[in-house]
């Protein structure tokens, strides 16, 4: 079964087309990323997936459960409350400016929703987000506040905010096109151990190197639509015009 479906979404705003006819699937344990240039889509993709904006066409299902479609009156149906919340559990989302609670420390930040929205048990909260917190390499970090510190350091706790969630499927808008590029490294690192982890993976990424290292497949979005999609191998030798000018950006 796929952990996320999307049958030819439509999403435009002002009437102008910004998703057109876009259909994919991400099995369990997969890593998909979406390259392709600013402007194509990929964030509005991702918004769309995560419930933050509403489609105007075509379904979304999560583990083969219809979370959107359209009605019978041409209207988007989402589903509500506790239905709403389940779905929501499934996924988890890195922005590309972290979106961390500035008042918050780094403690509170991971382990608000899972306690106050999820109503888990606090002591077990707060063990998984030490050990999640290990794996990020900020154990001395815990209560700090935000803006004590670096990029990097902010988005590996937006990661581990979002892990403690225990989403089946994790989603990164550009994690790291905020980033210096020294601070970029340990950010791709940790995500990568994420995919050691069998942890499945849409991530949105300007990181030519790191998207063919690590995804099993790809797609290239240009204007819209899903101009090409295969394995790293197929992508990066495309034959494709719009693709090829694309990576070119990127020698
Ligand atoms: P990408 O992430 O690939 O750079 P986006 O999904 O952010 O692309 O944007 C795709 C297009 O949709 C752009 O032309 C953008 O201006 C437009 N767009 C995105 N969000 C909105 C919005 N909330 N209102 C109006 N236009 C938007
Ligand atoms: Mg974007």
Request: proline share 4%; with cysteine.
């Amino acid at each position: 079964m796929y952990l996320l479906e999307m049958n030819h979404i439509e999403k435009g705003f002002d009437g102008l087309g910004v998703l057109k006819d876009i259909s994919l699937s991400v099995k369990e344990g997969e890593i998909l990323s979406i390259i392709g240039p600013s402007g194509s889509g990929k964030s509005t993709l991702l918004r769309c997936a995560t419930m933050l904006e509403k489609i105007d066409g075509g379904e979304i299902l999560y583990l083969g459960e219809r979370a959107a479609y359209i009605g019978e009156n041409h209207k988007p149906v989402y589903k509500k409350g506790e239905e709403r919340r389940k779905l929501q559990s499934y996924f988890g989302l890195v922005f590309q400016n972290f979106n961390l609670f500035p008042h918050y420390s780094v403690m509170k930040n991971i382990i608000d929703a899972p306690i106050h929205i999820q109503k888990r048990n606090r002591e077990e909260v707060y063990q998984e987000a030490r050990s999640l917190l290990k794996k990020m390499g900020l154990e001395e970090k815990e209560n700090a506040y935000p803006c004590q510190l670096s990029g990097g350091q902010c988005q590996r706790v937006a990661i581990a905010r979002a892990l403690a969630l225990n989403p089946k499927i994790l989603f990164f808008d550009e994690p790291t096109s905020a980033l210096d590029p020294e601070l970029t490294g340990e950010v791709l690192k940790v995500i990568k151990s994420l995919a050691d982890m069998d942890i499945t993976m849409v991530i949105v990424t300007h990181e030519m190197n790191f998207a063919r290292d690590i995804s099993d497949r790809i797609i290239f979005m240009d204007q819209g639509v899903i101009a090409v999609e295969g394995t790293p191998e197929e992508v990066f030798s495309t034959e494709h015009a719009r693709m090829k000018e694309f990576l070119g950006k990127f020698h």
